[in-house]
């Protein structure tokens, strides 16, 4: 089993700042990718960013310049999210892909961005 743990998440005014991290424990092999989605209310739940261990970032048109993904030290990812809009409001996963491609996902956490 592998357990992800985000963290992080609330209610912010539009314009302010949130910082999402995520914290893999269990029966870790080696982690290709990690990499955070988020799902609005009626819609699908879509990418957002992922890095790899080459550090290597992708991002969502719609975020970027606003936000940042980073790895920590102990299979800690984070996500930066800065100039938040209430269309950033879902709510948001954390995802891991290993060597053996094997997807893992946290339970996800809220956040909302009011007007």
């Known amino acids: 089993q592998v357990h992800l743990v985000e963290s992080g998440g609330g209610l912010v005014q539009a314009g302010g700042s949130l910082r999402l991290s995520c914290a893999a424990s269990g029966s870790i092999t080696s982690i290709n990718v990690m990499g955070w989605y988020r799902q609005a209310p009626g819609k699908q739940r879509e990418l957002v960013a992922t890095i790899s261990t080459g550090e290597s970032t992708n991002y969502a048109d719609s975020v970027k310049g606003r936000f940042t993904i980073s790895r920590g030290s102990a299979n800690t990812v984070y996500l930066q999210m800065n100039s938040l809009k209430p269309e950033d409001t879902a709510v948001y996963y954390c995802?891991?892909?290993?060597?053996?491609?094997?997807?893992?996902w946290g339970q996800g956490t809220q956040v909302t961005v009011s007007s």
């Open positions: 995802n891991l892909v290993n060597v053996y491609s094997y997807n893992y």
